[in-house]
């Protein structure tokens, strides 16, 4: 006789079911040794891709990813709305990041070499507001921007600090235009009006200044 390992029932060795293991172990049928190898894998505990944190493995969202080697393996995250959260932000921030590249006057490949120095000046913008936030900014103050930064400069060093001390004072003082909110039931057309800009601007002057006491 044997101890079935998932049950503690005693069985009868000849017709119990035993694993191929070096030292075999014995259930009462495949059915509950097939039980025990899921609960086991269900109590596993996996670490988040985004936040870190440890989740139960039956609870957690995965994704199948491969590496750059060919490798596949399998990405946990918390929930599925933490991994698309996570897909949406790094789309808004290259996107972003494209628009800032070009407000500037550069291409992707110019710039590259000074990407890395540029986000470290920059931390104090990315820190406070999320990259769709930003993109919305550049996007209503394009022109504005474009008119600030027409002028020469004798290095792209000063190009770029001055275009850092162009968006610092605009995106302080950016309005979000407000999302209109639609009743349940509309019996008339609704003209739609577009949002007032944000009122007020910064002189070139007062950039230049500004740009002085960098």
Not at 53 to 73: E, Q, W, Y
Not at 125 to 144: A, F, G, Q
Request: hydrophobic share 30%; charged share 35%.
């Amino acid at each position: 006789m044997v101890t079935c390992k998932y049950c503690g029932k005693k069985i009868d060795k000849t017709t119990a079911y035993s694993t191929t293991t070096k030292v075999p172990k014995y259930y009462c049928n495949e059915e509950e040794y097939l039980k025990e190898k899921q609960e086991k894998e269900d109590n596993k505990k996996v670490v988040c891709k985004i936040c870190k944190r440890k989740i139960l493995k039956k609870d957690a969202f995965h994704m199948i990813h491969t590496t750059p080697s060919g490798n596949i393996v399998n990405w946990y995250f918390c929930n599925e709305q933490e991994y698309i959260d996570k897909i949406n932000e790094k789309l808004d921030a290259d996107k972003c990041k494209n628009k800032l590249v070009e407000l500037m006057g550069f291409t992707l490949a110019e710039f590259e070499p000074s990407w890395s120095q540029f986000m470290k000046e920059i931390r104090d913008i990315t820190n406070k507001y999320s990259w769709r936030y930003i993109y919305d900014y550049l996007v209503s103050d394009e022109r504005d921007i474009l008119n600030a930064m027409s002028k020469n400069f004798n290095t792209d060093f000063q190009q770029r600090r001055y275009f850092e001390a162009v968006i610092r004072s605009g995106i302080k003082r950016y309005v979000p235009p407000k999302e209109e909110v639609k009743p349940a039931f509309v019996e008339e057309v609704i003209e739609y009006k577009k949002p007032e800009r944000r009122i007020g601007r910064v002189s070139l002057e007062d950039l230049e200044d500004d740009y002085q006491e960098l």
